[in-house]
Each structure stands twice: as structure tokens, then as C-alpha cells.
């Protein structure tokens, strides 16, 4: 065959080939600019990073969503999903839909209450639970160090710190006073992630003004409180892991997770978050205003590490730990979850589920 026919077949080739490669390079470059433009919807379907369970009933709720579209938006996250609580759903729905929905971290924004019910739903399973304090005590970010008065601050805690597991406490009331309001579940089981307790601190919650918490913040509870210092002393048995029940006369019965109150008030110094116990203490005074004075300056003192074991006290808080504590009472008195009142209770059992639930700390 002449050189000239076999120059012309390769050219032909290779004008077929390059014929080939032009095609498909156009057709990849149409698609491209043909495909649909990616919305903040799309990201948070194909992996949404954080969500929010807000209680947009709290003031500043609206700041609290603002500044974290803000930060998700100026780190070029995908656009943060929200979910609001109602009445009838403090949080718990909605934290589970945001699990189902694939949130990495779910945040709770919003009071006690709020974060209490995000922690049901991701209790056991893995997910991080963030915290971004609206609330009055805001009693679990005070103890993992979560700042309070700064949203911004709070959420850098979210977005970079990390997985702590700790332990969460349940309770669950066995047997209602007769003469109780009985809840729609009377046999739930509530969490709770700082302390339960049964008589003078669940009355002091039970009586807690709504209006003027939003007002005066913590300080409602203490002036709560100040109606019930003249109350009668209860009749307790108390009955730890597998001992033998003891009786005592008593003001309230309180077992904690963790310690920290707000006003700088540290009730339980012992109480360790992750050790797989809860500290039980058991607060009793006499001799009226004289008694709860003496009792304050041990709790003070007892926040400062220094414990005064002297008998003879008036006003005293005694400690132990357990794993489950069950607590009855003569006639019922007020129960409560990490500032959520349960109603009048004759029988509170509480246990520990260790290391059930990560948090996002600092």
C-alpha cells in the first residue's frame, strides 16, 4: 500500500479519535452547567451536621438561632436544621427526628427541661448532645463548664470541643401520694443529669413562680423556698443498692449526678459525673431559721473542701453513694428532676446508667 494511503488512514484515525474525546468532554462540561445548583436543603439532606432543638418560648431564642446560622454559614458548614418544642413535646421528638434526619451533634437550646428531654432521646446512642444555655439554672452547663452568658462562646464549645461520656441518672415514681396529680405516664421514667430529690428542694421547685424565674432567674427558687423553712420534718426509709433500709427524720433527700447549683452553691462535692455512682444526701435541720443557717454555712464550707463531722448539729448534710437508691415517705411529698416537678410522691427509686450519653465539652 502507498506510504500516502497509510498517511491518510492514520490521519483519518486521528481526527476520529480526537472527534471522540471532544464529544466527550462537551457532554461532561453540559452536565455540569445543566445540573441543578445545590441548595442549603440539598447539604442538610446529604449529611446534616448540627442540629438545634430550641425552645423558641425562651428569651433570646431568636439571637440563639441568628448566631448560630451565622457561624455555621461564616465556617461554610452545612446549614444548621432547627427544631422547635411545643407543650407537649419538650425536646424529645424533636431530638430523635434529628437523629433520624442524621445530625452529628444535636443541641439543646433552651432551659433544664429542654436539655433534660434532648437527653432522652440520645441517651445509649452515641450521638454528641451540645449545649447552649437559655434557661434559669442551666444546672448541667454549669457543671461541664459551658459558658453561660455568651451564645457564641457556648457554640465554639459545640463545634470544637470534645466527646465527653458521662453518666445519667433515672427515677422513676413507684407509688403517688392519694391525694396527687397523677402525670398522663404515672409510671415514665424521667431522666436526670444533675440531681433528683423528694421533699423541702422538690417543694421549693414545685412552687417556683414561671413569671418571675423569666425575671429574676435562679433567685425564684430561693424565695420558693423561703415559704417551706418552717415545714415539718418528713419521715424517710431510705434504702441503698442492696442494704438494709434505714429510717430517719429529714428535710429532703436528694441524690445527684453532679454537684454544682447556681449561685457558686456546691451541694454534692463528691459527686462525680462519670464514676458510675450517684451521691445520695440526706438534709435535715432543726431549731428553725438557726438550723438552715447552720446548714448553709456547711454547705459553703463543704464547697470549700473543709467538713465539719461534729455531732450534736442542727443544721447538717450527711453523704454516701450508691448505684440505686430507693426512697419512701410517710404521707408523700414533692419529687423532682433537675428543677421539673414529678408531684407528690410516697416512693422514688433512683438508679445510675453509667456512661450512657456523650456531651460536647470544652
Same mark, same amino acid.
Given at each position: 500500500?502507498?506510504?500516502?494511503?497509510?498517511?491518510?488512514?492514520?490521519?483519518?484515525?486521528?481526527?476520529l479519535?480526537?472527534?471522540?474525546?471532544?464529544l466527550?468532554?462537551?457532554?461532561?462540561?453540559?452536565?455540569?452547567?445543566?445540573?441543578?445548583?445545590?441548595t442549603?436543603?440539598?447539604?442538610?439532606?446529604?449529611?446534616?451536621?448540627?442540629?438545634?432543638? !430550641?425552645?423558641?418560648?425562651?428569651?433570646?431564642?431568636?439571637?440563639v438561632r441568628?448566631?448560630?446560622?451565622?457561624?455555621?454559614a461564616?465556617?461554610?458548614?452545612?446549614?444548621?436544621?432547627?427544631?422547635?418544642?411545643?407543650?407537649?413535646?419538650?425536646g424529645?421528638g424533636?431530638? +430523635?427526628?434529628a437523629l433520624?434526619?442524621?445530625?452529628?451533634?444535636?443541641?439543646?437550646?433552651?432551659?433544664?427541661?429542654?436539655?433534660?428531654?434532648?437527653?432522652?432521646?440520645?441517651?445509649?446512642?452515641g =450521638? &454528641?448532645?451540645?449545649?447552649?444555655?437559655?434557661?434559669t439554672?442551666?444546672?448541667?452547663?454549669?457543671?461541664?463548664?459551658?459558658?453561660?452568658?455568651?451564645v457564641?462562646?457556648?457554640?465554639?464549645?459545640?463545634?470544637?470541643? =470534645?466527646?465527653?461520656t458521662?453518666?445519667?441518672?433515672?427515677a +422513676?415514681?413507684?407509688?403517688?401520694?392519694?391525694?396527687?396529680?397523677?402525670?398522663?405516664?404515672?409510671?415514665?421514667?424521667?431522666?436526670f443529669?444533675?440531681?433528683?430529690?423528694?421533699g423541702f428542694?422538690?417543694?421549693?421547685?414545685?412552687?417556683?413562680?414561671d413569671?418571675?424565674?423569666?425575671?429574676?432567674g435562679?433567685?425564684?427558687?430561693?424565695?420558693?423556698? &423561703?415559704?417551706?423553712?418552717?415545714?415539718? =420534718?418528713?419521715?424517710?426509709?431510705?434504702?441503698?443498692d442492696?442494704?438494709e433500709a434505714?429510717?430517719?427524720?429529714?428535710?429532703?433527700?436528694?441524690?445527684g449526678n453532679?454537684?454544682?447549683?447556681?449561685?457558686?452553691?456546691?451541694?454534692?462535692?463528691?459527686?462525680?459525673?462519670?464514676?458510675?455512682?450517684?451521691?445520695?444526701?440526706?438534709?435535715?435541720?432543726?431549731?428553725?431559721?438557726?438550723?438552715?443557717?447552720?446548714?448553709?454555712?456547711?454547705?459553703?464550707?463543704?464547697?470549700?473542701?473543709?467538713?465539719?463531722d461534729?455531732p450534736?448539729? !442542727?443544721g +447538717? !448534710?450527711?453523704?454516701?453513694?450508691?448505684?440505686?437508691?430507693?426512697?419512701?415517705?410517710d404521707?408523700?411529698?414533692?419529687?423532682?428532676?433537675?428543677?421539673d416537678?414529678l408531684g407528690?410522691?410516697?416512693?422514688?427509686?433512683?438508679?445510675?446508667?453509667p456512661?450512657?450519653l456523650?456531651? +460536647?465539652?470544652?
Amino acid at each position: 500500500m502507498p506510504w500516502g494511503v497509510w498517511i491518510g488512514i492514520v490521519a483519518l484515525v486521528v481526527a476520529l479519535a480526537a472527534l471522540g474525546v471532544a464529544l466527550l468532554l462537551w457532554r461532561r462540561a453540559h452536565a455540569r452547567t445543566s445540573a441543578p445548583e445545590t441548595t442549603p436543603d440539598d447539604d442538610a439532606e446529604a449529611g446534616v451536621r448540627l442540629a438545634v432543638v !430550641i425552645n423558641p418560648s425562651k428569651e433570646g431564642a431568636a439571637d440563639v438561632r441568628a448566631t448560630v446560622e451565622r457561624v455555621c454559614a461564616d465556617a461554610a458548614m452545612p446549614t444548621p436544621r432547627f427544631y422547635e418544642t411545643t407543650m407537649d413535646d419538650p425536646g424529645t421528638g424533636q431530638a +430523635r427526628a434529628a437523629l433520624a434526619d442524621g445530625a452529628e451533634v444535636v443541641v439543646a437550646a433552651g432551659g433544664d427541661g429542654t436539655v433534660r428531654a434532648v437527653a432522652e432521646a440520645l441517651t445509649g446512642t452515641g =450521638r &454528641a448532645m451540645g449545649l447552649l444555655p437559655v434557661g434559669t439554672g442551666n444546672l448541667l452547663a454549669r457543671n461541664l463548664d459551658i459558658p453561660l452568658t455568651s451564645v457564641a462562646d457556648a457554640l465554639a464549645v459545640v463545634l470544637g470541643g =470534645r466527646d465527653r461520656t458521662i453518666d445519667v441518672g433515672r427515677a +422513676r415514681v413507684t407509688e403517688f401520694a392519694p391525694d396527687a396529680e397523677l402525670p398522663d405516664d404515672p409510671d415514665a421514667t424521667h431522666v436526670f443529669l444533675v440531681i433528683a430529690g423528694l421533699g423541702f428542694d422538690a417543694a421549693m421547685v414545685a412552687d417556683a413562680d414561671d413569671q418571675l424565674k423569666a425575671r429574676v432567674g435562679w433567685v425564684a427558687y430561693f424565695l420558693a423556698g &423561703a415559704r417551706h423553712l418552717h415545714g415539718r =420534718r418528713m419521715r424517710a426509709t431510705i434504702r441503698l443498692d442492696d442494704g438494709e433500709a434505714v429510717e430517719a427524720r429529714l428535710r429532703s433527700v436528694m441524690v445527684g449526678n453532679c454537684g454544682r447549683l447556681p449561685g457558686g452553691i456546691t451541694l454534692l462535692p463528691d459527686a462525680i459525673i462519670d464514676d458510675g455512682e450517684l451521691d445520695v444526701a440526706a438534709i435535715d435541720t432543726r431549731g428553725g431559721l438557726a438550723g438552715w443557717a447552720q446548714l448553709l454555712g456547711e454547705v459553703v464550707a463543704q464547697g470549700l473542701g473543709v467538713r465539719n463531722d461534729l455531732p450534736g448539729k !442542727i443544721g +447538717r !448534710i450527711d453523704h454516701i453513694r450508691a448505684k440505686r437508691a430507693v426512697v419512701r415517705v410517710d404521707g408523700g411529698e414533692q419529687a423532682q428532676v433537675d428543677g421539673d416537678p414529678l408531684g407528690r410522691a410516697v416512693e422514688l427509686e433512683t438508679w445510675v446508667d453509667p456512661s450512657a450519653l456523650v456531651v +460536647r465539652t470544652g
